[in-house]
Structure formats: structure tokens, C-alpha cells
């Protein structure tokens, strides 16, 4: 065993040094054990999505992400709710303006509506968006402009017009 090897010391200290690598490197990272079967996850840009297949499901996913606030503003992570594109616009714009009115101080969030072929990412003007695109659907990005920070009726009538524009 040479002597930069780490080979037979221990994982405990193999571990601690490979953590204060992440830190200096400022590498985002779950450390063991918050997901269970893995040592860790590292990732320039993590995400937090949440799947549901209905448009009153948002709500549900609203309250999951809220009771992990803390970790992603932590680790900075990225957040999205994602729903199959709904055949009537306008049924989704309450759910969504909560989405990003709970949300209102926190600018790493997007939504998407999937389709088969298809995925429209509404995001506020004021965020770049995340670096994740997809090869084999098609990809529309829509930015919505927020009045002080909030969804409002005005974003919303814009909104479902960009959506309509698109679809």
C-alpha cells in the first residue's frame, strides 16, 4: 500500500476526507444514508421532482416539498412538479399559482406539463432554468412574468395564453 493510498485505513477516515473534498470542491451532495442503499449522491445540479398524475395531486405535492423546504434550500437543489398535460388549461392555473405562490421566495423551481412527445417548462422570467433538457421530447420553455414575486390573475391570463400558443 502506498502511501497516498486510502486502501486498508478505514472508511470512516476514507469517507471524512472524501466529504471535505465535496465541501472545498463546493459540490453539492446527500450524504449516506438519506437514501437508503447509497453512500451518497453528488451532483453539480440535484433535483427534486415530484410526479403526479392528476391536477388536485398538485396540491399534495406542494405539501411534500414544503415539509422538505429546509434540505433543499440547504443544498440549493433544484424543484419541480411535473403532470400530464391537462386537456383544459385553465383547470390547473389555481394549483399552479399556489405552486409558486408557496414557493414565492425560492427561484430554483420550474413546472411541467408531459405529453407523450412534448414537455412545456413554465418557469419564472427571473430564472435561468434548469440545465436538464431532454433528447426525445420535444421542448418548449415558458417564462411567466411574477408581480412582486407572486402568481397573479395577470400571469395567469398570460400564461394560458402562451400555453394555448404552444399546444
Given at each position: ?51 403526479e398524475d392528476t391536477i388536485l395531486e398538485i396540491y399534495n405535492a406542494i405539501r ?27 383547470s390547473m392555473l389555481v394549483p399552479l399559482a399556489k405552486y409558486f405562490n408557496e ?45 412582486d414575486g407572486f402568481f397573479t390573475k395577470e400571469t395567469a391570463e398570460e400564461l ?8
Amino acid at each position: 500500500m502506498s502511501k497516498s493510498s486510502f486502501e486498508g485505513l478505514g472508511e470512516p477516515y476514507f469517507d471524512d476526507w472524501f466529504r471535505r473534498v465535496l465541501i472545498k470542491e463546493n459540490i453539492k451532495y446527500l450524504p449516506p444514508g438519506t437514501i437508503r442503499g447509497l453512500d451518497y449522491i453528488i451532483s453539480d445540479e440535484i433535483i427534486v421532482l415530484e410526479l403526479e398524475d392528476t391536477i388536485l395531486e398538485i396540491y399534495n405535492a406542494i405539501r411534500q416539498i414544503l415539509s422538505i423546504m429546509p434540505i433543499i434550500r440547504n443544498l440549493e437543489l433544484g424543484v419541480v412538479i411535473a403532470i400530464p398535460a391537462p386537456s383544459r388549461i385553465e383547470s390547473m392555473l389555481v394549483p399552479l399559482a399556489k405552486y409558486f405562490n408557496e414557493l414565492a421566495d425560492y427561484q430554483r423551481k420550474e413546472f411541467w406539463l408531459l405529453s407523450q412527445n412534448m414537455i412545456i417548462r413554465i418557469l419564472a422570467e427571473t430564472f435561468m432554468g434548469f440545465k436538464l433538457h431532454f433528447k426525445t421530447l420535444s421542448e418548449n420553455i415558458i417564462r411567466i412574468k411574477l408581480y412582486d414575486g407572486f402568481f397573479t390573475k395577470e400571469t395567469a391570463e398570460e400564461l394560458e395564453q402562451k400555453i394555448r400558443s404552444v399546444v
